[in-house]
Nanobody, 129 residues
Framework: VQLVESGGGSVQAGGSLRLSCEIF??????????IGWFRQAPGQEREGVAL???????WYADSVKGRFTISQDNAKNTLYLEMNSLKPEDTAMYYC??????????????????????WGQGTQVAVSS
């Protein structure tokens, strides 16, 4: 399994970016899975940003609700994260994640980053004030 992120960069506060993650050799699209984005700022723990599953059910962190939109294109095996109204506190390395052990609806209680078995290398997002 390989996850390859792209689309990061530097932007001023209030701007927009779209991250992409191409996912190779993951699982049949008829299977159940959960994919999404985590981020990690310097000195901070990794935090979940947004998830989407095989039923197109989504989850968002409270800090990004109404600003970020996660989507997937199954034909292209690609995951997206549209980020609008960016804030300096969104500055972080953004990682694409995937796992076929659960869906958004069946995430274990108290889930955290280690539940996801597959990770990309990350793409940097920097938002200046």
């Amino acid at each position: 399994v390989q996850l390859v992120e792209s689309g990061g960069g530097s932007v001023q506060a209030g701007g927009s970016l779209r991250l992409s993650c191409e996912i190779f050799s993951f699982t049949s699209r008829s299977s159940r899975y959960c994919i999404g984005w985590f981020r990690q700022a310097p000195g901070q723990e990794r935090e979940g940003v947004a998830l989407i599953d095989s039923d197109d059910k989504t989850w968002y962190a409270d800090s990004v609700k109404g600003r970020f939109t996660i989507s997937q294109d199954n034909a292209k095996n690609t995951l997206y994260l549209e980020m609008n109204s960016l804030k300096p506190e969104d500055t972080a390395m953004y990682y694409c994640v995937a796992d076929s052990s659960f869906t958004v609806s069946t995430l274990p209680v108290g889930w955290y980053s280690d539940y996801f078995g597959y990770w990309g290398q990350g793409t940097q997002v920097a938002v200046s004030s």
